[in-house]
Nanobody
Framework: QVELVQSGGGLVQPGGSLRLSCTAS????????MNWYRQTPGRKRELVAT???????KYADSVKGRFTISKDATDSLVNLQMDNLQPADTAVYYC??????????????WGQGTQVTVSA
């Protein structure tokens, strides 16, 4: 059974920092990428940051230079360090893992989501 457990959300003042973590277990398929999305009411889910199996990273323009994604060597832990947070960053953040099996069938796993609120 695949399980992604997130932690690290909360309330922070503008300019502050938070660190989100996502621990994965039970994934038998090969991890292709580990990602962080965010979503606010009435808006589409937004890809914030992604890290590939090889360690290459990409960021949404809105967070580039402020957020940093990282993972462990076993592809079982992915973090999102969020610095200089702004009210526009307020959202529910979701951990996501894309994986594929030996038949090249793709799988999409999600964490439970965690609220990040940036407010004075």
């Amino acid at each position: 059974q695949v399980e992604l457990v997130q932690s690290g959300g909360g309330l922070v003042q503008p300019g502050g920092s938070l660190r989100l973590s996502c621990t994965a277990s039970g994934i038998d398929a090969v991890v292709d990428s580990m990602n962080w999305y965010r979503q606010t009411p009435g808006r589409k889910r937004e890809l914030v940051a992604t890290i590939s199996r090889s360690g290459n990273t990409k960021y949404a323009d809105s967070v580039k230079g402020r957020f940093t994604i990282s993972k462990d060597a076993t592809d079982s832990l992915v973090n999102l360090q969020m610095d200089n947070l702004q009210p526009a960053d307020t959202a529910v953040y979701y951990c996501n893992i894309e994986a594929y099996d030996s038949w090249e069938v793709e799988y999409d796993y999600w964490g439970q989501g965690t609220q990040v609120t940036v407010s004075a």
